[in-house]
């Protein structure tokens, strides 16, 4: 064999230091710190490089084959409770690609699938090759029951039969805040319905801790986590108090986590899941347990507006599953939050998957992250925060404990919290909503409504403060849909000026910004051609009809005309005044009229809820 060469030879070796001098050098005087170094939501660091020297791996798991070898099931979910739909829904998805199915029952306030339809349903669906799972909600027993029913009365080797049941009693405890019977009676259900399932199907799980209500709710990457590990530790309890002892009770369960656009943490989280599940078994002294991870794309991440930029956040989720080793991912198609998904949407979220399998390789190799500086460090960090809140649910009496108490909920809410700041400061953009806008973009109109929620439905035996549904969205998409409102009561949109100073080279860039920001909260923005002297521009603003306005230009022009615009604004009516930028002079500007400034790293939201307000633009309003 010949000798070996390396892509580093003819390289002078570079250290740490060397680098940051050289980056030092480029950043002008910015703090390398603030500019090259940002944080998770779990106060974890994020280096702009990783190396040897601020690399933290776990060495227990060098040499390990992490994750799951060959591809993932590409699975969808059903809902539509017209039978026949879905039955012809589910046959098309298997046809183009799909090899696994996920039907969500009618349970409690939410609609599904009858149980009494699963010989429609899943007509034509070959059993033993395609895994069923099922989202029972709190009707488990009856779905459930009527599932392993049906699955009686097919002659199909029993062993072939895969997929899961997904009881989850306190994953749905936690997303609605009830039960039908109490917990301990639920949970005794749950264990009695899985030792049926293990003595026919040995290869059916029974139960499937979700914790995408968690994520919706505002979870970190380590508060999922640590909630996973303890409804574990709960599960593992409930089926040694009914004689399964650990072993057994692991072929029993599975874990799907919720996977949004963060590619990043979202591999580390997958990683890390796989390395805690095995550290809490063999705190049981259990070893070699394999549980099925899957991944479900989080609603959390996904828009209303602009529906079409959700296909590439589903990407980025599908991509960080696949990477971090999911055995089954479950991609929502763009248009969920709409209404009933197209066949269109279906397509495009399993094709998303196919590309990343097929085209993209990813399920060739078992762990395609294991080595790098980053991942390796990621993962073991988020693992070590994780392992730290499971420890915390678990001092606090455990999982159920802790929701009773609301200390998960007030945990998750202070996580959201966090979140919303930046989210309303734009330091976490969404594209298409808060970043780049488009307040005339044609709605989706080629699908159907979904099913209407139920409203009668029996009393609960066990009930806990319900988890909040937030979207990264929903704040600048409340506005949005006031001035949807607005267009629909008045034919036009709240509407802002844009005051122009000079030719087109000097307001561009703030004009541009300024569009973007109003039109993220559904204000049109009202362009208009650059002026050099005052009386044209107040002609314009009159001639424009808008009620406010904001001035755009650049330092030499706000010097040689800004504080006049502002004042020649006011006299012709303007209500209120804003600026594009912050300049050192603003309370000179404040004392020419100008009401407001607009800035990078000011809290975009507060300023446009505060206009649609001065606006009248309101969901009560009488237009």
Known sequence: MGSSTSYTDGFDPVSDSEWRTLVEKTLKGKPFDKVMRSASYDDIAIEALYTPANTSVDTRDEGRAEGRIGAWHIDTGHWNPDAKATNAAILDDLERGATSITLRTEAGHFPGIKSADFDTVLNGVFLDLAPINLMPGEGFEVACNEYLKFLDKKNIQQSEIKGTLGIDPVGVLAATGRLLSPIDDTVKAAVSIAQTCAATYPNLRAINIDTSAYHLAGATEAQELGVMLSTLAYYLRAFEAAGRPVETASKQIEVSLAVDADIYLNIAKFRAARRLIDNLFAACGVENVKIAINGISSLRMMTVKDPWVNILRATSACFSAGVGGADRISIMPHDTLIGMSSRFARRIAR????????????????????????????????????????????????????????????????????????????????????????????????????????????AAGETVTQLPFHRYSESFEALRLLSDQCLGDTGKRPQIFLANLGPVAAHTARATYAKNFFEAGGVEALSSEGFTDTVALSDAFKASGAQVAVICGNDSGYDAQGLEAAKSLKVVGCDYIYLAGKPANADEFKASGVDDFIFMGCDVLGTLEALMKRLAVNAGDEK
């Open 351 to 458: 094709n998303v998957q196919i590309i990343l399998q097929e085209e993209s390789s990813l399920a060739v190799v078992a762990d395609p992250a294991a080595g790098s500086f980053a991942f390796e460090t990621l993962t073991n960090e988020i693992s070590e925060k994780a392992w730290d809140y499971f420890q915390t649910l678990e001092a606090a009496g455990g999982i159920v404990s802790s929701l009773k108490a609301d200390g998960i909920q007030h945990d998750l809410e202070a996580a959201w919290q966090k979140r919303a700041v930046n989210i309303a400061r734009r330091k976490d953009a969404i594209t298409g909503v808060s970043e780049f806008p488009d307040v005339h973009e044609k709605p989706i109109d080629n699908i159907e409504e979904n099913p209407a929620f139920i409203t009668e439905v029996p």
